[in-house]
C-alpha cells in the first residue's frame, strides 16, 4: 500500500509543480545541435563533379547527369527517400553539398521531393545557422583523412 | 412523488416547474417532469462535455508534463465543439456478422441507464427529479443496466476481442456490485431509510464542534473505513483504472467497444463519463452530505458539482499511477476481499450506529 | 589466434580445450578443418550434426548456440553454427556443415538447442536450406506463399512475387484450433494490437483467458538488412544500416557491432580516444533504450495514460538531445566510423560535459522516481513477480541474452565477458537476478541504467583529462576497403537487447560476401512460449512487454 501512495504521491507533485517539458511547435522553434542533418544544400560554383558523393551514397538518392565532356548538367536528389547518413557530405572534397539543420519539408506526393540543383540550392538555412560554420571546429576529423591513400577512382 | 421536502434543497424540481407553468391538472405534472428531466441530463452532458474532450486531457497532461489542448479558444475550450464535430462526422462503420438491433441497443444502454440513476440524486438547490423512498435501490438499480448493454455490446460484435471484454464487464460488475451495495446499506443503518433526501437530511447534524468549527455528520467523518471501501468499489463498478479490466485497452484492445466507432463510440464515452459522475453523485449523497457545503443552500448545486469532480478527478489521478491488476486478481479481491470487507464494515456500522444512539 | 595457438591470454574462468584436442572428441564426424577469424571451424559431415553439437555441449562445454548461418557457394551450400560458451564466451567453435549444390539437405540442430528452431527456418526461408529432423520447417520472415529463397545465387530479384487475397487464408475462418478441443478460442494478437510494439502477430489459443498455445508470427518488418549490407561498400555504406535495426536510440550499440566485425576483419585499430568516445555514446545508447524498455512496459501492464511511460520518454529525450550534440542525429547517428569515430566531442567541450554532467546529476532522482512508480508499487509487483517464468536453464537454450538472460540468473554480459571498447579499463558491475520473471527483467534493466550511467561519468572523467594532442578519433583507414579473400569472422557486442552479432565473410571485394545479423531480439521472442503458455493474457502481454523486442531487429 506504502508503494501504491508513493506512485500516486509522484505523479501528483509532477501534476502540482506546473513545469511542461514539451514544446509548442510551430509557434517555438526547437532546438538543434550545429551537426544536426537535415535537408541539402548544393552549390554549383563549388561543385567539381566528382561523383564522389553519388557513389558513396547507400541507397542512391543522388543522381547526377554529365555531359560526354564531363560537364554536370544535371544534379538531383531525392529528400525523401534519403536516410541522412550525411556521408555525401563526408566525402566531397569542396564542401559542394552540405546537409542544413533545416528539417522542415513538406510536398503533397513523393515526386515533389526530387529536388533538382536549383531546389536544393535555394534550401534555406534553419534559424540563419550555416552549417559549414557551425561544424567548423570537427572539419578536421574527415578532411585530409587517410595520407595519399585516398583514391578519387 | 411523496418527497419529504427539507429545507436545503426546496421541493423537487417538477413540482418547481409546474407551479411555474400557466396551466395545470396532469398536463403540468407530465410537461413539467419532462422539462425537469430535460434539464437535468443537460446539466449532466455539459459536465461530460467538460470532462471528456478537455478536461481529461488537461488532467493527464498535468500528469505528465505536457501541455495538452490550448490552440482553439481560451484554454483550449473551444476543442470540445471541433471534437464533437469530427466525432459526429466520423464514419460508422458496421462489423460484419454484427449481430443488429443488439449491436446498436448496447450503446444507447449506457448513457441512459447513467441518466437514469441521476433521477433520484439530490443535487441542491432544488434541482432533484423524483424523491422516492426506495431512492438508493433506484439508484444502483438503475446503474447496473449498464452491465447489460456492455454484454450486448460485447457479445454482438462479433469480435472476440468485444466478447472477451463483455464477459470482463459482467464478472467485474458482479463481484464488485455486492460489496458496493453492502457498504451503501451500512450508511443506511444509521439513517434507516433508502430515501435519498433523507439520507443528506441526517448528515446535516453536527459531529463534532471544536473552537467554533463546526463538522458535519457526513458519513465518510463518521466511518472513514465504509467510505474507503465505497470509493474502491465504485472504482471497480464504473471501471476505471485499477480496475478498468472491461477495457484494458493493452490487452484485449479496447473490450467491449472494439467495435464502434462514430456516434456510436461517443454514446458509450458519453455513457461512461455520465456513469463515473453517477458514481461520484451516490459516494457524494452516501457519504459526503451530498449538495451540503458552507454558504447558503442556493450554492449546493456548486458543492454537489465540485464533490463529482473531485471523483472524477480521482479517477484520473489512478490512472496515472496505479497499475492494472490482472483479471483473475481482481475478481479474486472482490470476492475475497471487498466482499469479506463490506461485511465486517456492515458489523462495524452497527456497533458504531450502536454507541452513537446510546450516547 | 591459430589453430596451434590458441590466445595464451584468455581468461581461464572455464576450462577451455585445444582445437586439436576438439577434433579428436569429434572423431569421424569431421571431414576438413577450416580457420575463422574468430574461431576454429570444423567441417562435418552433413548428417551429423545433432552428434556433433550434443557431444560439444555436453563434453565440451559449449553451450550457446549463438547463431546459424546459411550460405550459398558456387559449389554448395553451408551452414555455420557458432558456438561459445555462456561461462566464458572468448571460447568459440566455428561448425561448418556444407550442403549438396543440388539438393541442399543437412540435419537439424534443434533436437540439441532449441534456439536453431527460428534460425533454421530463417536459413531455410532466405538461402534455401532444408534441415532434416527440423519439427517445423516453415518460412519465417517472408509469406507462405512466396517464391524462391532472396540470397539464393539464382534468385530473380526483379520477379514481382504478387499474391492475390484469395490464395492465402482467411483470418475469419477457423475459430477453433483442433476439432476435439471445441473449448480453445483462436486469437490473433496483433499485428496491429496496442501491445506488440510493432507488426508482430501473435497467434494465440485461449483456453477461457488462459493461453494454451502462443506462435510468433515475425516477418512484417523485414527488409532483408543483410542483403542491404552485402551489396554496401565496408568503408562507408553499411555503418548507416545497423541504426536501422534496433531503430530504438540503441543505435550506437549496433553501430558498434559492425564496426567491431569489421575492423578485426580487416585488422584496423581503433585509437584509445575514439574506444572511450565509443564507450560512452554506446552507454547513452543503452540508457535511452532500457528508458524506453521500461517506459513501455509500465505502459502494457499500468495501462494507456500512465504518466511513467512519458517520464520515460522525458528522460529519453535528454539522453537524445546529448546524442544528437555528438552526432548530429537523434535516433539514426551514423556516428561510428571503421576505424574510430566520425567527430570528436562536441566543440566547447566544457558546456557538452557539464550537460552530461547535468543529465547524470540528475539521473538518481529520476530512478528513484521510477523506482517509487515501479519496482515498489505492490500491485506492479502482484502483477509481474513470477509471471512469465523463464528458468535459467531454458533462456540457455533458446539463446536468450541481454536483460532477458540475465533476469534469469544467467550472468552473461560481453561488455565484461569478452570485452572490447574500453569496458575492462572501468569500474562497472553486471546486474543479474535470479527472479526468472517478468519483474526481475525489468529490474534487471533499472539497475543496468545505474551501472550504464556510472560508466559514462567515468567516460567523461577520462575524456575531460585526455591530453590535448592525443586527441586521435579515427585511425587510417584506406578509402576502399577490400579484406583479404575468403575470411570469416563473427563478433558480437553486447546492444541494448542482448548479444548483436555480425558474421562477415570477404570474397576480396569491397562488399561482404556474406552478411549475417545475429538479432538478439530474435532469439529472446523465441522464448516467449516458454514464458506465456498457462498464464493469462494479460501476463502474456507483459512477458512480451518485458523481452522488449523491437521488430525492426527480429524482422531486420
Redesign the interface.
Known amino acids: 500500500m506504502i508503494g501504491l501512495l508513493k506512485g500516486m504521491a509522484t505523479t501528483m507533485k509532477h501534476a502540482l509543480d506546473g513545469t511542461t517539458f514539451t514544446v509548442e511547435y510551430p509557434d517555438v522553434a526547437p532546438e538543434v545541435s550545429p551537426r544536426f542533418r537535415g535537408v541539402h544544400k548544393f552549390s554549383q560554383e563549388r561543385c567539381i563533379w566528382c561523383r564522389q558523393c553519388e557513389n558513396v551514397c547507400p541507397n542512391d538518392t543522388i543522381q547526377i547527369v554529365q555531359d560526354d565532356q564531363r560537364n554536370g548538367e544535371q544534379y538531383n536528389l531525392h529528400v525523401g527517400q534519403c536516410i541522412y547518413c550525411r556521408l555525401c557530405e563526408e566525402v566531397c572534397p569542396v564542401d559542394a553539398i552540405l546537409l542544413t539543420q533545416n528539417f522542415e519539408f513538406t510536398a503533397d506526393t513523393r515526386d515533389e521531393f526530387v529536388y533538382n540543383k536549383e531546389q536544393l540550392k535555394n534550401v534555406p538555412w534553419y534559424k540563419g545557422i550555416d552549417p559549414l560554420n557551425s561544424r567548423e571546429p570537427d572539419r578536421g576529423a574527415w578532411i585530409g583523412e587517410g595520407d595519399g591513400e585516398i583514391d578519387y577512382q | 412523488m411523496a418527497g419529504g421536502v427539507t429545507p436545503l434543497q426546496g421541493g423537487m424540481l417538477p413540482d418547481t416547474i409546474a407551479g411555474l407553468l400557466p396551466f395545470g391538472g396532469l398536463a403540468a405534472d407530465v410537461v413539467a417532469s419532462l422539462l425537469g428531466a430535460f434539464l437535468i441530463a443537460n446539466f449532466l452532458l455539459i459536465n461530460t462535455a467538460f470532462a471528456g474532450p478537455w478536461a481529461k486531457r488537461k488532467i493527464t497532461a498535468a500528469f505528465t508534463d505536457r501541455i495538452a489542448v490550448n490552440r482553439i479558444g481560451p484554454f483550449g475550450l473551444f476543442v470540445i465543439v471541433a471534437d464533437a464535430v469530427r466525432l459526429l462526422s466520423k464514419e460508422l462503420i458496421i462489423p460484419e456478422g454484427a449481430d443488429r438491433p443488439a449491436w446498436d441497443l448496447g450503446p444507447l444502454l449506457i448513457p441512459f441507464s447513467a441518466l437514469l440513476g441521476f433521477a433520484v440524486i439530490p443535487m441542491g438547490s432544488g434541482l432533484q427529479l423524483a424523491d422516492p423512498e426506495t431512492g438508493l435501490a433506484f439508484a444502483f438499480a438503475a446503474s447496473s443496466i449498464a452491465s447489460l448493454g456492455l454484454i450486448m455490446m460485447g457479445y454482438a460484435s462479433n469480435n472476440k476481442y468485444s466478447l472477451l471484454g463483455g464477459l470482463r464487464a459482467v464478472a467485474s460488475n458482479i463481484a464488485y456490485e455486492i460489496p458496493l451495495i453492502v457498504t451503501g446499506i451500512s450508511v443506511v443503518l444509521f439513517t434507516g431509510t433508502l430515501q435519498m433526501s433523507a439520507i443528506v437530511e441526517a448528515q446535516r447534524t453536527a459531529l463534532v464542534s471544536v473552537a467554533g468549527v463546526t463538522i458535519p455528520q457526513w458519513f465518510a467523518f463518521v466511518n472513514p473505513f465504509a467510505f474507503a471501501l465505497f470509493v474502491v468499489a465504485n472504482v471497480a463498478e464504473v471501471g476505471r483504472n485499477p480496475f478498468d479490466i472491461p477495457e484494458a485497452p493493452t490487452e484485449i484492445v479496447a473490450g467491449y467497444q472494439t467495435e464502434y466507432s462514430s456516434v456510436y463510440f461517443v454514446l458509450i464515452y458519453l455513457g461512461e463519463f455520465i456513469h463515473i459522475f453517477l458514481g461520484g453523485a451516490i459516494a457524494a449523497t452516501l457519504f459526503l452530505g451530498g449538495p451540503a457545503g458552507p454558504g447558503p443552500a442556493a450554492l449546493g448545486i456548486v458543492w454537489f458539482t465540485a464533490k463529482i469532480w473531485a471523483f472524477f478527478l480521482l479517477t484520473q489521478w489512478l490512472r496515472s499511477a496505479v497499475p492494472r491488476l490482472r483479471v483473475d486478481q481482481f475478481i479474486e479481491i472482490g470476492w475475497k476481499g471487498m466482499l469479506v470487507l463490506s461485511f465486517a464494515n456492515l458489523v462495524l456500522t452497527a456497533v458504531i450506529v450502536g454507541v452513537i444512539t446510546t450516547l | 589466434m591459430s589453430l596451434e595457438d590458441p590466445e595464451p591470454d584468455a581468461p581461464a574462468r572455464v576450462e577451455e580445450r585445444s582445437p586439436d584436442e576438439l577434433a579428436e572428441l569429434l572423431g569421424d564426424d569431421i571431414i576438413d578443418r577450416e580457420q575463422h577469424l574468430n574461431a576454429p571451424g570444423y567441417v562435418i559431415r552433413p548428417d551429423a550434426v545433432q552428434d556433433v553439437l550434443s557431444t560439444l555441449r555436453t563434453d565440451a562445454g559449449y553451450d550457446h548456440l549463438s547463431c546459424v548461418t546459411a550460405q550459398e557457394y558456387e559449389d554448395r551450400y553451408e551452414s555455420v553454427y557458432h558456438l561459445r560458451k555462456f561461462d566464458d564466451p572468448t571460447q568459440e567453435v566455428s561448425v561448418v556443415v556444407p550442403a549438396d549444390r543440388e539438393s541442399p539437405v543437412s540435419e537439424s540442430a534443434e533436437p540439441v538447442f532449441r534456439t536453431a528452431d527460428w534460425h533454421e527456418r530463417e536459413a531455410y526461408d532466405l538461402v534455401g536450406i532444408e534441415y532434416d529432423d527440423h519439427p517445423d520447417l516453415r518460412r519465417i520472415l517472408l509469406p507462405e506463399t512466396w517464391q524462391g529463397h532472396p540470397l539464393a545465387k539464382d534468385y530473380d530479384q526483379d520477379r514481382p512475387q504478387v499474391v492475390p487475397l484469395r490464395e492465402n487464408a482467411n483470418p475469419l475462418q477457423e475459430d477453433t484450433r483442433s476439432e476435439q478441443d471445441a473449448d480453445t478460442?483462436f486469437?490473433n494478437i496483433g499485428p496491429h494490437?496496442?501491445?506488440t510494439h510493432g507488426v508482430l502477430h501473435l497467434k494465440t489459443t485461449l483456453d477461457g483467458?488462459q493461453v494454451a498455445d502462443v506462435e510468433s508470427d515475425i516477418g512484417y518488418l523485414h527488409r532483408c538488412e543483410e542483403q542491404?549490407c552485402q551489396n554496401?561498400?565496408y568503408r562507408?555504406?553499411?555503418?548507416?544500416?545497423p541504426d536501422?535495426w534496433d531503430y530504438i536510440s540503441a543505435g550506437m550499440l549496433n553501430e558498434w557491432s559492425y564496426a567491431r566485425a569489421a575492423e578485426d576483419l580487416a585488422d584496423i585499430d581503433v585509437p584509445e580516444y575514439a574506444q572511450v568516445i565509443r564507450t560512452m555514446c554506446a552507454e547513452m545508447s543503452r540508457i535511452a533504450a532500457h528508458l524506453l524498455a521500461v517506459g513501455t512496459f509500465?505502459?502494457?501492464?499500468?495501462?494507456?495514460?500512465?504518466?511513467?511511460?512519458?517520464?520515460a520518454i522525458?528522460d529519453r529525450?535528454k539522453m537524445q538531445?546529448l546524442l544528437?550534440?555528438?552526432?548530429?542525429?537523434r535516433l539514426?547517428f551514423?556516428y561510428f566510423r571503421l576505424g574510430g569515430v566520425?567527430?570528436?566531442l562536441?566543440?566547447p567541450r566544457e558546456e557538452f560535459f557539464e550537460k552530461v554532467r547535468d543529465f547524470l546529476e540528475e539521473f538518481p532522482t529520476a530512478l528513484e522516481?521510477y523506482h517509487?512508480?515501479?519496482s515498489?508499487?505492490?500491485?506492479?509487483?502482484?502483477?509481474t513477480v513470477d509471471t512469465g517464468v523463464l528458468p535459467p536453464e531454458v533462456a540457455k537454450n533458446y539463446g536468450a541474452t541481454g536483460p532477458v538472460a540475465r533476469g534469469s540468473g544467467v550472468d552473461y554480459d560481453l561488455r565484461r565477458d569478452d570485452p572490447y571498447g574500453y569496458y575492462d579499463e572501468l569500474d562497472w558491475d553486471v546486474v543479474t537476478d535470479d527472479g526468472c520473471d517478468n519483474y526481475s527483467r525489468l529490474f534487471v534493466r533499472l539497475r543496468e541504467m545505474e551501472e550504464s550511467a556510472k560508466i559514462i561519468e567515468q567516460c567523461v572523467d577520462l575524456l575531460e583529462g585526455w591530453p590535448e594532442d592525443d586527441r586521435t578519433?579515427?585511425s587510417?583507414?584506406?578509402?576502399?576497403l577490400k579484406p583479404d579473400d575468403d575470411t570469416e569472422i563473427y563478433r558480437a557486442v553486447e546492444a541494448a537487447k542482448g548479444e548483436l552479432g555480425i558474421y562477415i565473410r570477404s570474397d576480396g571485394t569491397d562488399t561482404p560476401a556474406r552478411f549475417r545479423i545475429r538479432s538478439p531480439c530474435f532469439s529472446n521472442l523465441q522464448t516467449l512460449p516458454e514464458m506465456a503458455e498457462g498464464e493469462?493474457?494479460?501476463?502474456l502481454?507483459a512477458a512480451l512487454g518485458s523481452l522488449d523486442i523491437v521488430l525492426g531487429e527480429v524482422d531486420r
Not at chain 3, 544528437?324 to 542525429?329: A, K, L, R, T, Y
Not at chain 3, 587510417?476 to 576502399?480: E, F, M, S
Not at chain 3, 493469462?536 to 501476463?539: G, T
Open positions: 478460442m486469437l494490437h496496442p501491445a483467458e542491404m554496401g561498400t562507408h555504406q553499411i555503418m548507416p544500416y536501422r509500465a505502459l502494457d501492464v499500468y495501462g494507456d495514460f500512465t504518466a511513467i511511460f512519458m517520464y522525458r529525450e538531445n544528437e550534440d555528438i552526432s548530429g542525429q539514426m551514423n566520425v567527430w570528436d562536441p566543440e522516481e517509487d512508480l515501479i515498489s508499487n505492490e500491485i506492479l509487483q502482484m502483477r578519433i579515427q587510417n583507414v584506406p578509402r576502399t493469462y493474457v494479460p501476463d502481454v
